[in-house]
């Protein structure tokens, strides 16, 4: 019998993973390779673009996505820890490349990338990851894999399998946190409105961790809840489902 080929992942950590987070990072490829997908990096990834591109720079944006594009080509699947790049890469490569050169290869690459909780359970089929926590779990959904990318339902199923856990639900988790990259900065009393309203849910619900499938919102969820003196710490669904949390 011949054995099947093993799926072949090109893993895209994002940068803040890269630069701030990498234990989420570490934690995607090990639930990867948990499912035995050949999971690899390519050399010079940077940034998808969605800075740039979100802030009206579309000639940058143009630049460093094209160079995506070219660095992600023949690499197989391209799988990220985060709603929000996947979004840029599947919804908004189309509006920046189109009528250009780099048309079709955003197409191409668009159809064969992936955020981790929809790879792992719409790509391979996997609810349960052997994960474990004893305590509370509320989910936050992040507003650009929640509204371009559909998600949701997938990283909700891979807690429900999350030994020793009691999920709840978390009361406006279809709310923004806030963040939105350069918003927090020139919109921040708006900012800190929704931040606001966003603590006290967490707080409704219960919950000793809040999870999100973005480390963008991870971290202003975070801050809000370390200046309130809070006993609820926010983390990355990766890190819940690779055991990289302690109660």
Same mark, same amino acid.
């Given at each position: 019998? /011949? ?10 950590? /994002? !940068?803040?993973? =890269? ?27 940077t %940034? ?19 160079? /995506?594009?070219e ?18 890469? !599947? ?29 792992l ?6 609810? @349960? ?11 936050? =959904?992040? %507003? ?14 891979l807690? =429900?399998?999350?030994? $020793? ?11 923004? !946190? ?28 219960? %919950? ?5 499938? @973005?480390?963008?919102?991870? /971290?202003?969820?975070?801050? $809000? ?7 609820v710490?926010? %983390? ?12």
């Amino acid at each position: 019998m /011949t054995a099947q080929p093993r799926r072949r992942a090109a893993l895209f950590v /994002t !940068c803040i993973v =890269d630069q701030i987070y990498p234990a989420i990072g570490f934690a995607a490829a090990e639930l990867l390779e948990r499912q035995g997908v050949e999971v690899h990096v390519p050399r010079g990834l940077t %940034c998808c673009g969605q800075m740039a591109f979100n802030a009206g720079f579309r000639d940058d944006a143009y630049a460093v996505a094209g160079r /995506t594009i070219e660095i992600l080509r023949n690499q197989g699947d391209v799988v990220l820890p985060s709603g929000s790049c996947g979004a840029m890469i !599947c919804h908004l490569y189309h509006e920046l490349f189109h009528g250009t050169r780099h048309a079709a290869a955003a197409k191409e690459l668009a159809s064969r990338t992936y955020e981790l909780s929809e790879y792992l359970v719409d790509v391979l089929g996997v609810t @349960d990851v052997g994960a474990r926590y004893d305590g509370v779990i509320a989910f936050h =959904d992040a %507003c650009h894999g929640m509204r371009y990318m559909g998600l949701g339902r997938q990283a909700r199923t891979l807690l =429900d399998h999350v030994a $020793g856990a009691r999920i709840v639900a978390l009361p406006g988790s279809d709310e923004c !946190c806030g963040f939105g990259g350069l918003f927090a900065v020139k919109q921040h009393q708006i900012s800190a409105a929704m931040l606001h309203r966003k603590l006290m849910h967490i707080t409704e619900c219960g %919950c000793d961790l809040v999870v999100t499938g @973005d480390a963008s919102c991870m /971290t202003q969820i975070a801050g $809000g809840l370390s200046r309130s003196k809070s006993r609820v710490r926010a %983390c990355h669904l990766a890190e819940v489902l690779a055991n990289r949390v302690r109660v």
